[in-house]
């Protein structure tokens, strides 16, 4: 059985850092292609960005409101996915899921609980 | 950046009846490459993670009921569920995957009738 399971939320103030984790269970991790999606309170989806398969080349992509700010990394060996953000605001407030993607990281297949980052003074 | 554009933003059907959703995307996500729609939906019950229903716009992922359909095809899309049930309250999502950034619709309210 796939899981994907979050951790690292919490309280931060503007301009701090905090670091999330999904550990994957159930698939080879390894050859995933791993996504971050957000969602704040009562909006829509919003994609964060998504760190492919070594094989594929392990580069990562990022949106445009969260680049130079957020870093997505992996350790295939713990099956783990990483979200290190930095430099917070308040409009990063937010549920974050971890996802994975289909064939070439395209549809997201499965979803974790999530994890609520809120960001405020 | 694709904007994808959902109506209605809230939909009230009555039990066993039919509910349509559309999604509009703001260029094609048709590839030429291979003629698949890189468009999926998604379900969002209350207080849970989203989960897939529908890939390449018309391919229903395994598990989910055949009540939900999706067609389309470039920048039109919709996802028919064809007698609604009580479990079927949510927010869909559509999504596309053609090219980063990925983006979704704004996502659409089911309600009972």
């Known amino acids: 059985e796939v899981q994907l399971v979050e951790s690292g939320g919490g309280l931060v103030k503007p301009g701090g850092s905090l670091r999330l984790s999904c550990a994957a269970s159930?698939?080879?991790?390894?050859?995933?292609?791993m996504t971050w999606v957000r969602q704040a309170p009562g909006k829509g989806l919003e994609w964060v960005g998504r760190?492919?398969?070594?094989?594929?080349?392990?580069?990562?992509d990022y949106a445009a409101p969260v680049k130079g700010r957020f870093t997505i990394s992996r350790d295939d060996s713990k099956a783990t996915l990483y979200l290190q953000m930095n430099s917070l605001k308040t409009e990063d407030t937010a549920v974050y899921y971890c996802?994975?993607?289909?064939?070439?990281?395209?549809?997201?297949?499965?979803w974790g609980q999530g994890t609520l980052v809120t960001v405020s003074s | 950046d694709i904007v994808m554009t959902q109506s209605p933003d809230s939909l009230a059907v009555s039990l066993g009846e039919r509910a349509t959703i559309n999604c509009k995307s703001g260029?094609?996500?048709?590839?030429?490459?291979?003629?698949?729609?890189?468009l999926a939906w998604y379900q969002q019950r209350p207080g849970q993670p989203p989960k897939l229903l529908i890939y390449?716009?018309?391919t229903r992922e395994s598990g989910v009921s055949d009540r939900f359909s999706g067609s389309g095809s470039g920048t039109h899309f919709t996802l028919t569920i064809s007698s609604l049930q009580a479990e079927d309250v949510a927010v869909y999502h559509c999504?596309?995957?053609?090219?980063?950034?990925?983006?979704f619709g704004q996502g659409t309210r089911l309600e009972i009738k």
């Open positions: 996802t994975r993607g289909g064939p070439e990281g395209t549809y997201f297949d499965y």
């Open positions: 159930g698939f080879t991790f390894s050859n995933a292609w």
């Open positions: 760190i492919k398969s070594k094989r594929d080349g392990g580069t990562t």
């Open positions: 260029q094609s996500v048709l590839s030429s490459y291979n003629n698949n729609n890189y």
């Open positions: 390449w716009a018309s």
């Open positions: 999504q596309q995957y053609y090219t980063t950034p990925i983006t």
